[in-house]
Nanobody, 121 residues
Framework: VQLQASGGGLVQAGGSLRLSCAAS????????MGWYRQAPGKQRDLVAR???????NYADSVQGRFTVSRDNAKNTVYLQMNSLKPEDTAVYFC????????????????WGQGTLVTVSS
């Protein structure tokens, strides 16, 4: 199973970006999917997560500005980021809790490669 993230880039403060992350491989189903971020010199923190049924939770710092969504048919999770601030600058990682075709009795968490978001002031 692989997760491929895309959509990062450079944007001015107040602008918007949309991140995408597609899972591929031998997938039976995907449970939770999420986005995390890691700024230079800091730990990786949760940004937003979404269950297979569409329930979401967000970090306080992005609540009301970011929206996480998913397309289960495409095994893809999205992160719409609005009203971006310089402090949102980080490498954004997606992850997914995947049940593989080889063993449907367990799930494994996979991570994408990360995509850089830079917000200029």
């Amino acid at each position: 199973v692989q997760l491929q993230a895309s959509g990062g880039g450079l944007v001015q403060a107040g602008g918007s970006l949309r991140l995408s992350c597609a899972a591929s491989g031998s997938i039976f189903k995907i449970n939770d999917m999420g986005w995390y971020r890691q700024a230079p010199g800091k730990q990786r923190d949760l940004v937003a997560r979404i269950t297979s049924g569409g329930s979401t939770n967000y970090a306080d710092s992005v609540q009301g500005r970011f929206t996480v969504s998913r397309d289960n048919a495409k095994n893809t999770v999205y992160l719409q980021m609005n009203s971006l601030k310089p402090e949102d600058t980080a490498v954004y990682f997606c992850n997914a809790d995947v049940v593989g075709m080889r063993n449907i009795l367990r799930s494994i968490t996979y991570w994408g490669q990360g995509t850089l978001v830079t917000v200029s002031s």
